[in-house]
Nanobody, 127 residues
């Protein structure tokens, strides 16, 4: 059974850091494009960043460039999202997602491209 499980969310003060984990079971993440999305209350789901399956290229939304970093650990079958310099507007439920087909570069932050989703983890940035 294909499953993605996020962890690492929590409450952090502005300027702080968190590292989210996305652990996979039932399939090998290395062969999938993986993305992180987030959804704040009353807002649409937003693509945050992703890593391609072929060459490991990464893509980031403008809102998180220079602050967030995505990385794979193939040995642990996991993907991580390092979030630094967090802002209150980063508050949201964060989801990881996997695509088992080739996703074109211009579409890697589009939710419809992804086939499998985790249940999400809450990130709250507040003083």
């Amino acid at each position: 059974q294909v499953q993605l499980v996020e962890s690492g969310g929590g409450l952090v003060q502005p300027g702080g850091s968190l590292r989210l984990s996305c652990d996979a079971s039932g399939f090998t993440l290395e062969y999938y494009a993986i993305a992180w999305f987030r959804q704040a209350p009353g807002k649409e789901r937003e693509g945050v960043c992703c890593i391609s399956k072929r060459n490991g290229n990464t893509y980031y939304a403008d809102s998180v460039k220079g602050r967030f970093s995505i990385a794979r650990d193939n040995a642990k079958n996991a993907v991580y999202l390092q979030m630094d310099s967090l802002k209150p507007e980063d508050t949201a439920v964060y989801y990881c997602a996997a695509a088992d087909h080739l996703v074109l570069a211009g579409r890697m932050l589009r939710a419809l491209e992804y086939d499998y989703w985790g249940q999400g983890t809450q990130v709250t940035v507040s003083s």
